[in-house]
Each structure stands twice: as structure tokens, then as C-alpha cells.
């Protein structure tokens, strides 16, 4: 296993039990965004969504409705149980019951997010962003080809090699289908070494990064465009920088602080 996947998986085991709770404040607004560019995805009513890299199911929650089913896939199994346990225990009842009124009233939806509906979101342990192995036998079901819809919300800065994972999402989409990646803008190398004599230092924020599986300090509109265009997902080609910027605490009390991007296009 490469070593930026086993970074990634030995970070996000350790926190998933905690990571909606730590994240609360980033994650509601990543939630609310997400919900507010439907149109700009514009992916189509009622389709099939591949949530990669899916940690506890940010994706999957914001864009259910209008996608209908959901298929998460994730390195880390204790971020897959939680996206599962949540799975099982949340539903949005507005399709059937309350139309898209509601729908334009995210805070009162999510107040009346009861009932069950479990085959309609699911995660699995996997990588689709292996080099060594381009058809993982455990992908291999026609449930796991021809979404509508695939994207990533803030994982591509944890993948090895971002233009790879960008075409093994289009492989998986049917004809037309939409490609998104939520991710932060360039920013500088700002995270803190967890060693006291790093703290602070650019050697302690690079270890800092690394300690977190984060391989990319965020990408530029040419950078996202080309990993599009390259991968197959170049029509309709479309970036957006999202008006509220990301706020994370630290333990320790310390803001760190995103510009986040919103990309889709259509496989052509
Ligand atoms: C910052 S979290 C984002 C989770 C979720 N998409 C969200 O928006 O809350 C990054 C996720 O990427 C996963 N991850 C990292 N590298 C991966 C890879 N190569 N393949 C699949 N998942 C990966 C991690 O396990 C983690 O759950």
C-alpha cells in the first residue's frame, strides 16, 4: 500500500469517531454551500452519485435529494462504519412528502431528517486510486459503473496522484455524466508539527501535513481544468470559488483558514 493511503488511513481511523463533532462548524457550511450549488453541479434529478473518498457522508447528505442513491467508497473502515451507522439512523422524507418547498429551507429539512431508508446509501472500504490495480475485483458489480454523477468533497489533497484518481472517476460515470471536486485554493503549509521542537517551524508544518495525509496544499483553476480535460471530464468545464471561507479549529484554539472551490464538468 502506498504510503500516502497509509497515512491517510491510519489519520482518519483515529478521528473518525470524532471528526463530525471536531469539524461541526466546516462541515455545516461545506453542507449548506454544497446545497446551494445544485444548479451549478447540475447533475441530473433523481441519479446515482459515487461519493469518493466519502468519510462520514458530507457528499452524500448534501446532494440526497435530488440524487437518489448514493455509493460512498473510502480508505479508512472507521470513516466508512460512521458513514454507515449514520446511514441507517438519517433520511430526507422531503421527496415524499414535502417537495422542493422545503427543499429551499435546508434548516427546516434537516429538522425533519427521520425514518429509514438504507438501501439508498452505502459505503464500502476501498482505493480506485491504486496505479497497481486499475480494476479492483471488489468495484468490479455493475453497481459500482455508470453513475450519473461522482465527485469528491475535500479529498483530493490526500491522493498521491490526483490526475489518476480524476480519470478512475470517469471511467466509472456513464455517457455525460458530471465530475465534481470540492477542495481548498493554494495555501501556504500552515499546519502545526505535533513534536514541541517542530511547532511553528516550515519543517514542523510540511511534517504537520504529512502527519495528516495531505500530499497537495490546494490547486489553481488551470491546475483543476487540465486534471478535467485530461481525465475526460472537460465539457462543459466549470469553476467556482465558494463565498464563505473554511474555518477550522485546532485543538489548541488556532483558526486555520480555506478559500474552497467548486469544479464540475461532463464527460464528453
Ligand atoms: C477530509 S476527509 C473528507 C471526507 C468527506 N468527503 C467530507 O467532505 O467530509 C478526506 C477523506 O478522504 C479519504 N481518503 C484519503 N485518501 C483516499 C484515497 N486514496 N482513496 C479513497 N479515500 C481516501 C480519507 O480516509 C478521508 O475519509
Not at 87 to 104: C, N, Y
Not at 152 to 173: I, M, P, S, T, Y
Not at 182 to 206: K, T, V
Amino acid at each position: 500500500m502506498a504510503d500516502t493511503v497509509a497515512a491517510n488511513r491510519a489519520h482518519f481511523d483515529g478521528i473518525a469517531a470524532d471528526y463530525d463533532k471536531r469539524y461541526a462548524q466546516g462541515l455545516g457550511q461545506l453542507e449548506r454551500q454544497f446545497r446551494e450549488s445544485e444548479a451549478f453541479i447540475a447533475a441530473k434529478p433523481g441519479g446515482r452519485l459515487l461519493d469518493y473518498a466519502c468519510g462520514t457522508g458530507l457528499v452524500s447528505r448534501s446532494l440526497a435529494p435530488p440524487i437518489a442513491e448514493c455509493i460512498g467508497i473510502d480508505v479508512s473502515e472507521k470513516m466508512i462504519e460512521a458513514y454507515n451507522a449514520k446511514a441507517k439512523t438519517e433520511v430526507r422524507i422531503i421527496p415524499l412528502f414535502m417537495g422542493r418547498g422545503l427543499r429551499q429551507r435546508p434548516a427546516l429539512a434537516s429538522a425533519i431528517n427521520v425514518g429509514l431508508w438504507p438501501h439508498k446509501r452505502q459505503a464500502f472500504l476501498g482505493d480506485l486510486t491504486d496505479p497497481s490495480d486499475p480494476s479492483p475485483a471488489d468495484f468490479a458489480g455493475p453497481e459500482f459503473w455508470n453513475f450519473d454523477i461522482a465527485g469528491v468533497g475535500a479529498g483530493f489533497h490526500h491522493f498521491e496522484d490526483c490526475d489518476l484518481a480524476a480519470k478512475r472517476l470517469v471511467e466509472r460515470l456513464c455517457p455525460g455524466g458530471v465530475l465534481f471536486i470540492l477542495d481548498f485554493l493554494p495555501h501556504e503549509a500552515d499546519f502545526a508539527g505535533s513534536h514541541a521542537g517542530d511547532h511553528g517551524s516550515h519543517h514542523g508544518a510540511h511534517h504537520g501535513a504529512a502527519q495528516h495525509g495531505v500530499k497537495h496544499l490546494g490547486f489553481s483553476h488551470e491546475r483543476v481544468k487540465a486534471m478535467f480535460e485530461g481525465a475526460g471530464a472537460g465539457v462543459d468545464f466549470g469553476f467556482k470559488v465558494l463565498e464563505e471561507e473554511l474555518v477550522f479549529r485546532r485543538d489548541n484554539g488556532s483558526e486555520m483558514r480555506r478559500k474552497v472551490f467548486l469544479a464540475r464538468g461532463n464527460k464528453g
